[in-house]
């Protein structure tokens, strides 16, 4: 059987080994946490007209007062959350094909209601101009209007001039009136708020759906729409300076907003999804989103239970270095008790008494001066005759010598190796 010394002291304390244990385990739960929510690339913050953007075209403000005001808004970056439940928010940028668009859209009409916000800044980071900008600061360039051709071409966009709007029973003024994009060309579009010389920049399709609240926002009857009660409605805001952070500095902004969603549908009532994919932060899930998801956050949670047990057993049994001794040493000693250990386990312990009682005779025969050349039985009976002589009982060294002899189990032979080696003792 093997031991084990120590070799050197711990190179350090079980306090930094266990500072170290969990700064690695955190960091190691982190990066599969961003791995699995896929923010491993840019950051949504990057000048684009959306509701990561914080620069004037963008959509932070909106979101952030939709949340003060008891709505559950989500930021979603998967396609898959295109046709859920909710009332959609979509700002597709101009280069977006407007087939791939009217497709998403089409397909909603009965999963929830979809605003959809076009575009007409250019912008461009401040941060490309100048290294003191904060991120996501933009510089508006000339406005276009987009062409997404194949999404409801009945409908047509153009840019005028355009001073103050009107809706919902608000007035306010207009962001930059030399640039006001606005609707129109089809019959069924119903305007929601109008500039001040009756160009439509917000409206619904009124068609076969039930939409009491729309309908009075613009001051129509409630009734007016069809009798699809499953049918949802199709915002369009073609002026985006009623909604962007441009626009929602303004008080009177922020409450057409609270009107408009209101008039969608009563806050709480549905989530508000802002769509991100279209503005090119789409991610597919992965299996580690999945393994984060039921019902494999069970299977997951145990694994983390028992990665935890594990690395504790570990930080108690730190400690210093130890070192293993050979399996066999060098000298007598070793090689003894190598002899021992091999007879015990063959099994022949009986052998061994008839050589150590030889032994035992030879040395007291020498201690006592008699002859080695005497047969074992004479030997036996002289020794007993000198011991008789200091007084030790008749008989004794032969009598235990010839148990000794007979023993056969490793209780007898040690006994009986114990009693000739106590008569050895009797001569010093």
Known sequence: MSTRTAANPAPFSPRVVLSMLLFGALAFLLTLYFVGIGETGRGTNDGGAHVGGKGLNGYAALADLLERRGWQIERSRSEGRLEARGLMVLTPPPEVEGDKFGEVVAKRRYSGPTMVILSKWNAMEMSQLSGKAKKGWVVLGNPASPGLKGFYDELSLSLGKATR?????????????DKVQSGGGSRRLVPLVTSDDGRILAGFLADKGQYPDLYAMAGLDPASGGNDEELQP??????????DNYGMARRENASLADHLFAAIA?????????DLT????????????????????????????????????AFRRFGPPLAEERQIAFGKSQLVRNSAALIRRTGRLYLLGAPYAAMIRARMARSLGLRSSGSPGDTDAAIDRLLAARGAGANDFSAQAERLGRAR????????????????RMLD
Not at 282 to 298: E, G, K, Q, V, W
Not at 409 to 424: N, P, T
């Open 165 to 177: 709007w009107e809706g919902a029973g608000i007035e306010g003024r207009l962001a930059v009136p």
């Open 278 to 313: 279209f503005n090119g932060f789409a991610r597919s899930t992965n299996l580690l989103t999945l393994a984060f998801r039921p019902p494999f956050l069970a299977a997951t949670l145990c694994l983390l239970i028992a990665a935890i047990a594990i690395a504790w057993r």
């Open 266 to 274: 009563p806050p709480g009532k549905l989530p508000v999804v802002f």
């Open 409 to 424: 189990s490793a209780h007898e032979l040690l006994r009986a190796a114990q009693a000739l080696k106590q008569i050895e």
């Open 234 to 243: 199709l915002i369009f805001v073609f002026e985006p300076d009623l909604l």
